[in-house]
């Protein structure tokens, strides 16, 4: 990366980072910024070292070297999204508001659900049911919300499309260009199917075998035959003849009573993100 792109106003600005799992290097050399405000996607293929990126950014990892500088209030939606199950969804939320500081009226305020509600509207009629009896993408939902409650101004989210349907994760496109479209909330999306990442994040970072191996806008990085080859083409599945991609394959079936489907399957819900993102921006 070139470092004289850095800023200070940047939120987040991670530099030469190596981190490591014993002797085994994860990340060699990995340097990213996000701007206040910005969408920036992070893909790459399994075991590149997304996760360990985004857990070396919020604090949960350890870097063996290089430096990691979040100037912001950061919260993070994990993979597989780590309910708490036998809780209420309205108390899952509140969850999210344990660790701001506070008290009295102004920690009434913080553990306040009411905003959002108004921001993912679809957990109303569910936010006095168990949230492991929701389906997946009402989890996803739950685990964006909680990271909400801390009142991010950057939130990190680690697979929002993993497992769910099409019509799900479209759904969740929308609200999360809302989110940084209204409050202005950062947003640094890991995801597996980098068409939907580069649709809905203006700048992007390819990630493989713990490198850098390309960085830019979401436009030029989809356009460039190397990134399309190996992410938007064969490796998403995108090859087959338009009228094909119009009639949900049978990976595309949401799994009865949970709106999950197989991951890696999700090209109309990509083409309905696609849509849903242009209509929110
Ligand atoms: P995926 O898309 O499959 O979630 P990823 O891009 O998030 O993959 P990481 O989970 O960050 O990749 O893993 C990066 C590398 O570090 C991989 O080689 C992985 O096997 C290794 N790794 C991850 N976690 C550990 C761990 N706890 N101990 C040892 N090695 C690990």
């Known amino acids: 990366m070139n470092t004289s792109q850095l800023s200070r106003s940047d939120v ?15 990340l060699d050399n990995v340097s990213l910024r996000v701007a206040p405000g ?14 360990t990126l985004v857990n070396t950014l919020t604090g949960i990892l350890t870097p063996a070297s290089g430096s990691v500088e979040v100037r912001a209030r950061i919260a993070q939606v994990p993979e597989g999204r780590q309910m708490f199950g036998d809780l ?36 109303v009629r569910v936010r006095d049911r168990r949230a492991g009896g929701l389906s997946g993408g009402q989890q996803q939902m739950v685990a964006v919300g909680r990271a909400l409650m801390s009142r991010p ?15 799900i994760v ?25 068409r939907l990442a580069l649709d809905l994040c ?8 713990g490198r850098i191996a390309a960085e830019g806008s979401s436009a030029d990085l989809a356009t460039s035959p190397d990134i399309a080859r190996a992410y938007l083409g064969e490796a998403q599945g995108l090859t087959s003849p338009p009228e094909a991609q119009d009639c949900p394959g049978p990976n595309d079936r949401a799994t009865p009573g949970t709106g999950e489907t197989a991951p ?3 090209d109309t819900a990509v083409q309905a993100a696609q849509a849903a993102t242009r209509e929110a921006k």
């Open 12 to 26: 987040v600005e991670v530099r030469n980072l190596v981190v490591r799992y014993g002797m085994a290097t994860a």
């Open 38 to 51: 910005e969408m920036v996607a992070l893909v790459g293929p399994n075991g590149a070292g997304k996760s």
């Open 264 to 266: 890696g399957h999700q």
């Open 153 to 167: 101004e950057v939130l990190v989210i680690d697979e929002l499309s993993l497992g769910l349907a099409p019509l």
């Open 170 to 194: 479209t759904d969740l496109a929308k609200h999360l260009a809302a989110l940084n479209r209204e409050r202005g909330t950062a947003v640094v999306l890991i995801e597996q199917n980098a």
């Open 202 to 209: 203006s700048r992007a970072y390819v990630l493989e075998a």
């Open 88 to 123: 209420s969804v309205d108390d899952n939320l509140r969850l999210g508001a344990w660790q701001l500081p506070g008290r009295g009226k102004s920690r009434r305020k913080q553990r306040d659900t009411s905003w959002v509600y108004e921001l993912l509207p679809d957990l």
